[in-house]
C-alpha cells in the first residue's frame, strides 16, 4: 500500500493538502523488520519517526505489574504508531513488536511537528492519545483495590446471592408473543424487561423497554407493532446461576453493560435481577445512615454520625464502583447532616424564645459542597441570601441572624466541620445580604476582577441552596449569567490567575513537591490536580450561560454543545475520577491512623503503576488548562 494513499484516507491526515503528502512521500524511508522483533520498547525514547505499516503486522504491548508482557492492540496495512511522543518528546507508553516480516514508512518527526504547526488539529490527534492511558491505568487500579479489599472489608451486601435478592418467578413470554402484548406486561407488572423462553422454560431471549423503543416505537416499519418477540429480542442473554455472589453479578453487569440479568438453575429460569435492584443493595450502609441523620436529636449525634462516613467510603471504594458517584453518595451524606444541623440550631433558637423575622432567606453552600464533591473532610463555605426586604426590616433580621449563624457556624465546626480559614462562612456579614447586595457584589467581582475578588467568586459561583426558598438562588443564578454577560473579559481574568499555577511535573516527568515546612516533601492532588479541571470547566459553563451542579455534569452538557468531544470528555472524566480515588483512599489511610485527612500525599509512597497513573492525570489536567487558555486568550 502506497504511504501517500495511506495518508490521504486516514485521520489526521485525510485533511492536508497535497504538496504535503509529496513532502512526506520524499522524506520518508523504509524498514523492515523480522518477525518476532522489537521496534521499540516501552519507556524507550523516541526514535524520532512517525511509524506508518506497509505491509506486515505489529503487535502494542505493554509490561504487566508481574513483569510479562501484554498485547494491547495490533496494527495491520496501512496504519501506524509511535506518533504521541513526536508532540510530547515523552517516552513510549507502549511498546512494539513485529509479529511477522513487516515493512514500515518512516517519517520524520521534524516534518509532522512542521506540519502540525500549520494544521494544529494534527497535533492534538496524537495527544489525545495520552488520555487514553489515563482511563487504562485507572480501571486497572480500581479493579485490583476491590480485589484485594473484598477479603478485609466489612460488607454485608456482598454476602448475598441471587436467590436472596432475585424477583422471582420472572416474568417471561413465547417467541411468538406479540410486541403489543409484550408492552402491555412491563406496564402492568412495573418492569423493565421480560425473558423469553421456549417450551421447557429455557431462556432463549430477553426483551427491555429500550428494545421496544428501538426497535418499534422508533422503527421506519409501518408493520413493527405486528412484531413478535422472536423478531424484537436480544437472543441468548448472559446469565448466571442463582448461588452467584451479589457482588460478582454486579461488577460481570458492569463490565458488560448489561442492566437485566436471567437467573437460571440446570438452564430453567428462576429469577431475574436488575442493575438498579442490585445499586439499591450496594448502597444499603448509606440509606440507614441517611436515615439515622434524620432522626438525630442532638449535635452530638450528628458528630457521631459524620464519624461513620468513613465506612461507607471505605465500601463504595471496595465495590469498584464510580468514584463520582462515591463523591455523590458522600455530599449527600454530608448536606443531610448539615440540613440537620440547620434544623436543631432553628429548633433551639425557637425554645429560647426567639422567631426569625418575615422574610425569605436560603442559605447556601458553596466550594466542593455546591458541585457535591465533598469527600471525608470538608470545610465550611456558605453564605445566606435575604429576598430585597425594606430597610425597616434590617434591625429585625440583624438580630436573630446574628446570632443564629454564630451559633449554626459553631454547631458545624463541633460536629466535625471546620471553619474555613478565609472566613467563606455566612457569620461573616461578607457572605451574607439581600439580593441587590449580592449583585452589587457580583458586579464588583466580574467589572473590577483583582485576583482576590476572583478567588472569591471561584468558590462562591459553585453555589447550591441548601435550606430555605431555593428561588432566591435561581434568582442569584440570572445575576450571575447577566453580570458576566455584561462583561466576558472577566472569564479572561479568570483564566489568566488559574494559569498561573501548573501541574507539579517537571519536564522529565518527575513530580514537583511541596517546599514549605507544613507540606514539605508531599503534593496537593485537589490545589494542583483536580482544582485545574474544576476551574476549567466551570468557565465554560459560565461562558455559555447554563448551570448544572456537578464537574462531570457540566462537561456533559459541554459535549451536547459540541465545546468538547465526547472523547476528550471521557479523558477528562477519567483524570477526575483518579485524583478522587487516590484523594480518598489517603484521606481514608490518615483517619485510620487518628490523623487529619488531607490531600496532601507523598507520590513517590506509592506505587510505580499508582505513579504512572497520577503522572497521566497530572498530564490530562495540563493539557486541559492548556486548551482553555487557548480558547479564553483574548491577547
Known sequence: MGLNKTL????????????????????????????????????????????????????????????????????KDGSFFGGTPVFTDEDYTAGARAVKATECYLIPAALLVKAAKRYPHIAE???????????????????????????????????????????????????????????RALVKKGIGAILVCDDTRRPVGIITERDLVAKVLASDDPDSFAATAAEVMTPNPRTMAPDTYMFEATTFMVRHKIRHLPVVDEGLLVGIVSLQELMKFRSQKSVLLMASIKEAGSVAELAAIKGEIIKVAKTLMSEARSQIETMEILSSLHHSILRRAFEL??????????????????????????????????????????????????????????????????????????????????????????????????????????????????????????????????????????????????????????????????????????????????????????????????????????YAPTTIERLDLLVKMKAFSQETAEHIKAAFEAFTYLRLRNEIALIEQDRTPSHYLDPYALTKAEQELLREAFRAASKLQDSTKRHFNVG
Open 8 to 75: 490521504r484516507d486516514t485521520e489526521p491526515f485525510n485533511r492536508l493538502p497535497d504538496d504535503l503528502f509529496a513532502e512526506f512521500s520524499q522524506a520518508a524511508s523504509i524498514k523492515t523488520f523480522p518477525p518476532d522483533t522489537p521496534i521499540f520498547n516501552q519507556h524507550d525514547p523516541p526514535t524520532g519517526y512517525l511509524y506508518v505499516v506497509k505491509q506486515g503486522l505489529v503487535e502494542i504491548v505493554v509490561t504487566t505489574p508481574g513483569g510479562g508482557q501484554m498485547v494491547v492492540d495490533y496494527r
Open 125 to 183: 490527534y496524537f495527544t489525545r492519545a495520552i488520555f487514553s492511558r489515563v482511563r487504562s491505568l485507572y480501571s486497572d487500579m480500581v479493579a485490583e483495590h476491590a480485589e484485594n479489599a473484598l477479603v478485609q472489608m466489612d460488607a454485608y451486601p456482598f454476602k448475598k446471592r441471587l436467590s436472596e435478592i432475585m424477583s422471582s418467578p420472572a416474568e417471561f413470554c413465547t417467541p411468538a408473543t406479540g410486541v403489543t402484548e409484550i408492552a
Open 345 to 546: 440550631v432553628l429548633e433551639e433558637m425557637l425554645r429560647q424564645g426567639m422567631s426569625p423575622p418575615d422574610v425569605k432567606y436560603c442559605f447556601i453552600i458553596m466550594g466542593s459542597g455546591g458541585r457535591k464533591e465533598m469527600l471525608l473532610d470538608p470545610d465550611q463555605d456558605n453564605g445566606l441570601i435575604f429576598e430585597n426586604y425594606p430597610e425597616d426590616k434590617d434591625a429585625a433580621v440583624e438580630a436573630f441572624f446574628v446570632p443564629f449563624l454564630e451559633k449554626l457556624i459553631a454547631t458545624y465546626a463541633e460536629i466535625g466541620y471546620p471553619r474555613c480559614k478565609g472566613g467563606v462562612m455566612a457569620s461573616n456579614p461578607f457572605w451574607r445580604g439581600r439580593l441587590k447586595e449580592w449583585q452589587a457584589k457580583v458586579g464588583r467581582w466580574v467589572n473590577a476582577p483583582e485576583p482576590q475578588r476572583i478567588r472569591y467568586s471561584t468558590i462562591f459561583f459553585d453555589f447550591m441552596p441548601l435550606v430555605g426558598d431555593p428561588s432566591l438562588g435561581q434568582k442569584l443564578r440570572r445575576i450571575v449569567n447577566r453580570e458576566i454577560s455584561r462583561f466576558p473579559l472577566f472569564l479572561h481574568f479568570m483564566m489568566n490567575l488559574d494559569y498561573k499555577h501548573k501541574v507539579p511535573l517537571n519536564l522529565l516527568g518527575r513530580f514537583s513537591l511541596e517546599r514549605e515546612e507544613e507540606h514539605r516533601g508531599t503534593l496537593s492532588l485537589k490545589q494542583t490536580g483536580s482544582i485545574f479541571i474544576v476551574d476549567c470547566i466551570r468557565m465554560f459553563m459560565l461562558e455559555r450561560q447554563f
